[in-house]
């Protein structure tokens, strides 16, 4: 599995080059984001290559996001529609930021 790193206005960056979220990448995804993101509130994944989440996605989001702490913001770019759709259905779009660009992420 493949996860570039970077950083996006003094966030962490994750950037996967995979079209499934699920079981076989969810938790490698989870613990590498959560080791980049050491020592931050915030960080950032551009999902522009995931076509498709399914739970286990979703639970390491959410992990990740609980990791970041109570103030943790988790920014998620460049949703696919049905990556978008599933959020919308499990109303998990109303705990992170998302935005359809990284242009958009604020400092």
Known sequence: ??????????????????ERLDAAVAADLKSRCIEAAAGSNAMVIDLTSVRMIDSSGLGALVALLKQLGPSGILCLVGLQPGVRLVLEISRLDTIFKIYDTRDQVPA
């Open 1 to 18: 599995m493949k996860i570039e790193f970077s950083h996006l206005n003094s966030k962490p960056l994750a950037i996967p080059d995979f």
